[in-house]
Structure formats: structure tokens, C-alpha cells
């Protein structure tokens, strides 16, 4: 069981620059996340999906779309990067929005 | 009203001691209390978490107590190992249907 899958693991972009996150989770989890963990910040939600088809925004949503088109698919989109967008990025899903949530790996982006 | 604060920043701690890490939360309708474990260069991982219809919950090394009335909650690590070292972050939620709110996170270090 591969769980919660992001990629890329490291991503450098320059100011200006669009890219996507990839997030898949392999548990059949009606309920996907993702935050961003800054110091001394702790985990910011960003967008959360209670089902495909569903999406919703979180704490700090600015900055980042995000869809879900099917039930393992969640990635986040930032549209015109920021420096204040480097952070490390947490995808995470749970079998119901409360519930216990599986993390993946994380992707850490530098935006210069 | 949503914020879960979380103590100390860091701790460091000799193996074989106790470590306690504090957390305390202001919103009553948070019925949803986990702790969660990370470790450099990896997601964050559900250690324990507990229910306020107890006032305490232990899982080996691991125990969680719960104040209800102070609103306050901690986790305390007893023969703490090298192991142990990462950072530990505390959540609340107000259980199905909401979403958590995280602690800025502990950084703990035990040295052998």
C-alpha cells in the first residue's frame, strides 16, 4: 500500500512561475487536504475536498487552486508564484473530513 | 477561538527522562484531540489521540493527559529514547465534519 503519494519532492521556481503538486492517495479516503508547514507556524490549511467534485478553502487558500476530479487525485495548483510561497507542502487524506489523517511525504518548493 | 497553543518551542531531554509537551485550546466545541509525530524529511504520522469522555489515554511509552475543564491537554513520553526525536505536534478538531487545527509544533531532542 503505497498511502498518500506527492510529487515532486523538491521544486525550485522563479517568481512569476506556475506549477502543479500532485497529490494521490491509494485508500479509497473521501476526504483530501493540503497544508503548508512553515516554522514556528506549525500546519495551515490550504484547500480541503470532502469528496470528487467537492473542494473548499481552508485557512490560507490565496495563491493556490485546487480540483478534484476523482476520488484518489488532489493537486494543487499555484497560479503566479511567490517568495512567500516557499514552504514545505503536506498533502493528506482521511477516511472522513475529522478522522485520522494520512500525510504524505511532502514536497518542499523555493520560490526565488 | 480556533488556535491550539502549544509548549515549549523546543525541549531537550536526557534518555531515560520524561518529556512533556503542553497544548491548551479556547474553542469548547473541539471534541477531537491527536498528537502527531514527525520526523526530518517525512510527513507527520498519528502517535495517540484522545476523546474528552476520558481524562487520560497511555499507549506504551506514550500517554495523553486531558484537562476539560482547564482546557488543556499534554502528551508525556516516559523513557524517552533517541528515537523520539522529532517534532510533535498536538490537533483539535471538532471531530466528524471539521477540520483540525494544529499546534506550531515541539521540537523535541533526546540525547543518549
Known amino acids: 500500500n503505497a498511502g498518500v503519494t506527492q510529487t515532486p519532492k523538491f521544486q525550485v521556481l522563479k517568481t512569476g512561475q506556475s506549477m502543479t503538486l500532485q497529490c494521490a492517495q491509494d485508500?479509497?479516503?473521501?476526504?483530501m487536504s493540503w497544508y503548508r508547514q512553515d516554522p514556528g507556524m506549525g500546519l495551515r490549511l490550504i484547500h480541503y475536498?470532502?469528496?470528487?467534485?467537492?473542494?473548499d478553502q481552508g485557512e490560507v487558500p490565496n495563491g493556490y487552486n485546487v480540483s478534484r476530479s476523482t476520488t484518489e487525485d488532489f493537486p494543487l495548483r499555484l497560479l503566479s508564484a511567490a517568495p512567500s510561497q516557499t514552504s514545505v507542502y503536506f498533502c493528506?487524506?482521511?477516511?472522513?473530513?475529522?478522522?485520522?489523517?494520512?500525510f504524505g511525504q511532502g514536497t518542499r518548493l523555493t520560490v526565488v | 477561538q480556533q488556535q491550539v497553543k502549544q509548549s515549549p518551542q523546543s525541549l531537550i531531554v536526557q534518555k531515560g527522562g520524561i518529556s512533556i509537551i503542553n497544548c491548551a485550546y479556547e474553542?469548547?466545541?473541539?471534541?477531537?484531540f491527536p498528537w502527531y509525530q514527525q520526523f526530518p524529511g517525512k510527513g507527520p504520522a498519528l502517535l495517540i489521540a484522545?476523546?474528552?469522555?476520558?481524562s487520560e489515554k497511555k499507549e506504551g511509552r506514550f500517554t495523553i493527559s486531558f484537562n476539560k475543564s482547564a482546557k488543556q491537554f499534554s502528551l508525556h513520553i516516559m523513557d524517552s529514547q533517541p528515537g523520539d526525536s522529532a517534532t510533535y505536534f498536538c490537533?483539535?478538531?471538532?471531530?466528524?465534519?471539521?477540520?483540525?487545527?494544529f499546534g506550531p509544533g515541539t521540537r523535541l531532542s533526546v540525547l543518549p
Open positions: 485508500m479509497n479516503h473521501e476526504y
Open positions: 493528506a487524506s482521511s477516511y472522513t473530513q475529522g478522522t485520522e489523517a494520512f
Open positions: 484522545i476523546r474528552p469522555d476520558v
Open positions: 475536498s470532502v469528496g470528487a467534485g467537492i473542494t
Open positions: 474553542n469548547t466545541a473541539f471534541d477531537y
Open positions: 490537533a483539535a478538531s471538532g471531530g466528524y465534519g471539521q477540520n483540525f487545527v
